[in-house]
């Protein structure tokens, strides 16, 4: 049964900094395509954030471009979304969606980041 655990919100000052966590479980991992961050805000759309690839390459959305970066720990099975200088407009609930061989898709329960002073 494919997993996937995030963890790693909170609340934090503009300006500050939050690493979000997403856990798959090992055979998912293994069959990973790609994983994207998601966010989204109370009353808006579910938005596209980041993306890394299986091989490591990544892709974010114009917003959050050099400020957030997404990684991974092949030995954990786990990949996070680093996020710093953070502003107010990132206030959003964070989602890991996987994607894996074969095309099946699998969201994360979503995590709550709220910046403000």
């Known amino acids: 049964q494919v997993q996937l655990v995030e963890s790693g919100g909170g609340l934090v000052q503009p300006g500050g900094s939050l690493r979000l966590s997403c856990a798959a479980s090992?055979?998912?991992?293994?069959?990973?395509?790609?994983i994207d961050w998601y966010r989204q805000a109370p009353g808006k759309s579910r938005d596209w954030v980041a993306r890394?690839?299986?091989?490591?390459?990544?892709n974010y959305e114009g917003s959050v471009k050099g400020r957030f970066t997404a990684f991974r720990d092949n030995a954990k099975n786990t990949v996070y979304l680093q996020m710093n200088m953070l502003k107010p407009e990132d206030t959003a609930v964070y989602y890991c969606?996987?994607?894996?061989?074969?095309?099946?898709?699998?969201w994360g329960q979503g995590t709550q980041v709220t910046v403000s002073s």
């Open positions: 969606h996987l994607v894996v061989r074969g095309g099946h898709q699998y």
């Open positions: 090992e055979s998912a991992y293994r069959d990973m395509n790609t």
């Open positions: 890394i690839t299986n091989t490591g390459d990544t």
